[in-house]
Structures are given as structure tokens and as C-alpha cells.
């Protein structure tokens, strides 16, 4: 629940953050080919764990924006995961924190 998503090229979508079945929020990550079914999980966590962030993709990275935190607050981070190496990156922050993206 709670989860943030984008595609990543023609096959495959990233999913990161959330929250399980006890509302715990989650750093993880896995990416998700839909040809074949098969899901990876990222090697590393995101620097914090979030829900309702807002992911977008370019060629070379992920970035991850804004999300609640695991208090409930919204956050103004913006990480930027690599996805030749897969490390994260913490990036300059937004000027205000957000959350639920529309």
C-alpha cells in the first residue's frame, strides 16, 4: 500500500517504498519485468522509508520525491538511485514537502 512506481524502459517498472500488511513503511525496492514475471529486489535500501512518494525515470536514474514519513509527516527529500550501479544518492531537497502527488 502506499508504494511509488514508474517504468523503466519498455518491460520493466520499479517499485520502491510503502508499507506492509502492519503499516511498518518500507525502504526497499524491486524491479519488475512484466515479460517474464520475474521481480528483483534492489541490492540497497533507499536512504529513509516512505509512502506516497512520487517516482520518475530518465535513462540514467530514478528519482524518488517527497513521501510521508514513518510518522506520518511529509517530507521534502529527493533521492536518485543510479541504475547502472543501483546506489542511492540524497539530492538537494524540494523547497516544501509534499506527499500524495497528483
Avoid at 7 to 32: P, T
Avoid at 39 to 59: F, G, K
Avoid at 64 to 89: H, I, K, P, Q, S
Wanted: glycine share 12%; proline share 4%; hydrophobic share 40%.
Amino acid at each position: 500500500f502506499g508504494h511509488g512506481s514508474a517504468k523503466i524502459g519498455e518491460h520493466r517498472i520499479i517499485i520502491v517504498g510503502g508499507e506492509d500488511a502492519d503499516g511498518k513503511r518500507l525502504s526497499s525496492g524491486f524491479i519488475n519485468d512484466v515479460r517474464t514475471q520475474q521481480s528483483t529486489p534492489l541490492p540497497y535500501d533507499m536512504p529513509a522509508a516512505l509512502r506516497d512518494c512520487c517516482v520518475v525515470v530518465n535513462d540514467a536514474y530514478v528519482y524518488v520525491l517527497g513521501g510521508l514519513n514513518g510518522f506520518g509527516g511529509a517530507v521534502n527529500t529527493v533521492y536518485r538511485l543510479c541504475l547502472d550501479t543501483m546506489e542511492w544518492t540524497i539530492m538537494a531537497p524540494m523547497a516544501t514537502a509534499r506527499s500524495d502527488f497528483a
